[in-house]
């Protein structure tokens, strides 16, 4: 049996251990996604589930960069829109688009939305990815895409377009805006939109070098199973927490 079969993401017993742990994932998330060039102003959330209260979820406060979020610095909103924990606002967007995503997903505990640049550039041809590349099969056939931009997304109506649009997959491109991702975990969900967004770089690479040749769907769906998985999305992310938190550990403050 092979080593990596015995790393399995933790369970938890107590409510309050498993709400600091979301919580310190998120934060590192956060600061990952600003090494990675992910923020654009005050666009962009990741967003975690409470383990206590599923109609509520954590989430970055508005207007503050990513790369000097804390743990502490992180707000829980309810299903209105009110935030219940921390002393900041929540982006009106953040609002709309992830408590829609959180109540037609049940099954989720993070979503993670930012204007990455690839990710923006890709969305705005309005397809969906091609099974170019063994990582681009982590979403064959398990995503979708949001053909309809209508602007800053403002209205909870719109966040539940996009949900339904999201439907079953692990990701979704929303045209001329950029990726979403959700995952069973918010190491899941933050892994899925790093290598999403790789995977939009690699084909906007191949296609401007020459003519990809796609990886048929046969062999596609096989390495779907392989490496589309929620653990396999889950250990992606364990090397990126271990490096954030080891270069910037006061962020679990």
Known sequence: MPATSEVLPPSFEDEAAERLHRKQRLAAAFRVFSRLGYDEGVAGHISARDPGRPDH????????WFGRLRVRDLVLVDEAGRVVEGDAPVNVAAFAIHSQVHAARPDCVAAAHAHSLHGKAWSSL??????????????????????????VVLDVEEGKRI??????????????HGLLTVGHSVDEAAWWFITMDRSCRAQLLAEAAGTPVPIDPDTARLAAGQVGGHRAGWLGFQGLYEWIVAEEPELLE
Do not use: M, S
């Not at 397809?127 to 931009?149: G, I, N, S």
């Not at 949900?163 to 001329?176: E, F």
């Open 163 to 176: 949900a339904h649009a999201l439907g079953d997959t692990k990701a979704v491109i929303l045209r001329n």
């Open 126 to 151: 309005g397809r969906l990815l091609d099974p170019l590349t063994q990582d681009a099969c982590a979403f064959f056939e398990d995503h979708a895409l949001f053909d309809d931009y209508t602007g």
């Open 57 to 64: 979820f954590w989430v970055n406060p508005y207007a503050r």
